[in-house]
């Protein structure tokens, strides 16, 4: 069933309400979109190797802080592997914001008051036009 015309004006402005209000999060949705990094890939592959031999010659050696040292080569090979932007300096995130918002939505309360007062608003009025 799709939207009528206000419930997309709504969800529209609760984008812009969400792009405005918490920037960071949407970076961090956003950030790992486009081509993955191939090169961490493989970097983290040869480091997981590396922590599995370490694991092994501690285990053969009979040495458990080797074994240890393994185990945590392999998680930080793992987490190079797997984890965007875990091995690079420098990496910007930056977001764009929709072309809705404008210096007057800066003036509105933090946190979205005003906005949920007006979505709560509209609520009520369209429970009391059904009944």
Excluded: C
Excluded at 11 to 23: G, T
Excluded at 56 to 72: H, N, S, W
Excluded at 96 to 112: E, I, L, N, T
């Amino acid at each position: 069933m799709p939207l009528s015309e206000q419930e997309q004006r709504l969800l529209e402005e609760m984008e812009r309400s969400l792009y405005h209000n918490d920037a960071d999060f949407v970076a961090t949705v956003s950030a790992r979109r486009g081509k993955p990094n191939y090169t961490s890939l493989v970097v983290g592959v040869l480091v997981f190797v590396i922590g599995i031999a370490a694991l092994a010659t501690g285990v053969i050696v009979k040495v458990p802080i080797v074994g240890v040292l393994g185990f945590v080569i392999m998680l930080a090979g793992v987490l190079l592997a797997v984890t965007p932007g875990f091995g690079r300096k420098g990496a910007s995130t930056t977001t764009s914001v929709p072309s809705g918002s404008s210096s007057r939505s800066k003036a509105r309360p933090v946190g979205g008051a005003d906005f949920m007062g007006r979505l709560n608003d509209r609520w009520e009025k369209r429970q009391g036009g059904q009944d």
